[in-house]
């Protein structure tokens, strides 16, 4: 071969090689990496929404990846920890430093409607009963009221441990050990009653989880579809997660979906019937009705950001954790106690009682956003009070809940 034609055969691999990776991005990331960037996306300041919102610091409210709200008995629930702890364990994240872990993941409780003299809303952590002895690490949770208090369901990501000997495996190579774990709270305590552990196969990655209508069968979104390995965060963004459906009183889970999702998330079940997926790499809301143990997707709003938790209030809205500036908000996890991440709540109107054959005319509102981070928290949940016209705000890497009170 001469030296031409061994550099004109290179030229037209390199040259295939770019058109390739053209099509690629074109087809698979151009949508992807513009949603994430924030290309041609208005971020608001804080003041141009009626709101009031201050922060509530305390070692007791970091990094609350989850928060529920009792719309009823007037009390909000919370999964925090501490942020060093979120920083090294965060699996999620592919954060795998099991010895940086603190061991101190709690649920916090506030009573929204009486401040107290301190201004924290009587806050107080649940304590766990003694049948219950291994580490609570903890990411998303659902509750449901049952005869005499409430039900919990946590998601537990679990250091990695050799059954054997005990002690821990190598997080790195083999990921969290995701479990299910299932609590009762009788009205009037403050200690969590064991119930149960789920453990499946089907737990690849657990983010979220929903209970479904009859209190026993429960939508768990899988963000990854693997538990590590080099491509893992690419593939995550790609859209490589799936979705389980466990029910607690068998234990088992099985894979719900016959298709991936991109970065699946937070979801909740409407009562229209369809669970409603986060989709956090497309910033869309997909609902979809729950067919023989099998997710079919008949409904798809898009939201415009890459979006987090979501829940509904009372007046059945889908209020949406938004994340308006992924850069900015990666930044601040590095330095959670001196930067805010910017945070945005928003808006899908009457969704919960919309029958899901309307697909169109959904309407979408911003309802809050900050650009510069001033007084919000990277916002991963947010509920609304309806009844006080207040929202509640948290952050998994923020050492504060955000509390927002109506100007209007
Ligand atoms: C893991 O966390 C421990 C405790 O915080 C820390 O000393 C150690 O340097 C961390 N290891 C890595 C690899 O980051
Ligand atoms: C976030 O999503 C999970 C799963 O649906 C839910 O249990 C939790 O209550 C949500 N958070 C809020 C604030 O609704
Ligand atoms: C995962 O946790 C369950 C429940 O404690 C335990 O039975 C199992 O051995 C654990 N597996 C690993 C790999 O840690």
Known sequence: MTGQQTSSSRWFIQATLVLVLAVVYRIYLHDTIGLMVGIGRVVQPIEDFPWDCMRLRHPLLEGCEDIWLDHQDRKLYAACTSLPS???WLPGGSHLNVSARSRTDHISVLN??????DGLYGLHTLSVGDEYTDDLDLVGFDVRKVAGGLRFWLINHRPPVNPTTGEFLD???VGSNATIEVFDLTRGSSTLKYVKTIVSEALVAPNNLAVDDDGVGFMVTNEHGSKVGALREINAVLGDGIVSYCRTDTGKCQIATNRRFAYPNGIVKARNGLFYIAQSSKGIVS????EEGRLVQIDEIPLGMPIDNLSFDAQGNLIVAGLPDIMRFRKSAKDPYTLSGPGAVLMVHQLNTHPP?????YKVSKMVEDREGKRLPGTTVATHDVESHRLFLGGVFSPFLGICASRV
């Open 112 to 117: 929204i409607d009486h401040p107290g003299p």
């Open 357 to 361: 054959e309307q697909r169109e005319g």
């Open 86 to 88: 979120r920083q090294g």
């Open 171 to 173: 997080a790195w190579a």
């Open 287 to 290: 609902g979809h009705r729950l």
